[in-house]
């Protein structure tokens, strides 16, 4: 029941996420629908088997919250069917971060997960929380609160302090 509850929640918030994104993007009223829908779609269809400057507080709010909510319960779903640790975090990390690939591809943004922004990290920092208290034996809710806070404190504060990760470059020859 938990887990149904927590997918509706998961729904709604990036659902909201995604009319977000479509009303800074200047998207039409289908527009809008759309990629919320497309947002919401592919959440819960990974769960089963931003770019500066950020347009409104609300979506980094939404955002974070949608990450943080489809992170844990993926990392849920993968946890009951079995998985070990590795799959479990990558899973996780993969529900959570897909409805914002979807939504910044929409966009015509490059996706946060491919930039230096701390985004699947800090889906990584919940997910590995909620497991370590899980291992500990820790109830369900209290695991799951724990790597949800994590999840969403990290982006939220990551995003406030202007945190990144390191970016790579290799210098390439002038041509």
Not at 29 to 45: E, F, S, Y
Not at 86 to 97: E, F, Q, R, S
Not at 150 to 168: G, N, Q, S
Request: charged share 10%.
């Amino acid at each position: 029941m938990l887990l149904y509850v927590l997918d509706l929640l998961g729904v709604a918030v990036f659902a909201a996420s995604g009319t977000l994104a479509g009303v800074a993007a200047q998207f039409d009223l289908l527009g809008v629908i759309v990629i919320a829908a497309i947002i919401v779609a592919t959440a819960a269809t990974l769960a089963w088997v931003h770019v500066r400057p950020v347009p409104t507080d609300a979506l980094v709010i939404a955002d974070a919250l949608g990450l943080a909510l489809f992170a844990i319960s993926g990392a849920q779903v993968a946890e009951k069917a079995g998985c070990r640790a590795p799959v479990i975090v990558l899973m996780g990390a993969l529900t959570g971060a897909g409805g914002g690939v979807v939504r910044d591809m929409l966009s015509g943004k490059v996706p946060l997960i491919l930039r230096h922004d701390i985004y699947a990290s800090a889906a990584i920092a919940g997910i590995v929380v909620y497991l370590l208290l899980r291992a500990a034996q820790a109830p369900m809710a209290a695991a799951f609160s724990a790597g949800f806070v994590t999840v969403a404190a990290t982006r939220l504060v990551a995003i406030a302090m202007e945190l990144r990760l390191p970016v790579f470059s290799v210098p390439l020859p002038a041509m």
